[in-house]
């Protein structure tokens, strides 16, 4: 689930008790290719671990994390 602004990320963290988010970018080879092999290795086994995507280039109020590149 892509994550579109810094509200909806303030509403997601408050409605799951468990998460993680992936920080990528389109101009990050290295994220564009991790991606769908975390999503993958996630896929049904937490089922209660929600997923969520930011893309750092389009959110970049989201991106207060300090996130850089690998």
């Known amino acids: 689930m892509k994550i579109e602004?810094?509200?909806e990320l303030d509403r997601?963290?408050?409605?799951?008790?468990?998460f993680y988010i992936y920080f990528s970018a389109p101009s990050c080879?290295?994220?564009?290719?991790?991606?769908?092999k975390i999503d993958h290795m996630f896929?049904?086994?937490f089922?209660?671990?929600?997923?969520?995507h930011v893309n750092t280039s389009m959110q970049s109020?989201?991106?207060v994390?300090?996130?850089s590149s690998m």
């Open 5 to 7: 602004d810094r509200r």
């Open 12 to 18: 997601l963290k408050e409605a799951n008790e468990s």
């Open 29 to 36: 080879g290295v994220c564009e290719v991790l991606k769908p």
């Open 43 to 45: 896929d049904g086994k």
């Open 47 to 52: 089922p209660k671990l929600r997923a969520f």
């Open 61 to 63: 109020d989201i991106a």
């Open 65 to 67: 994390f300090n996130v």
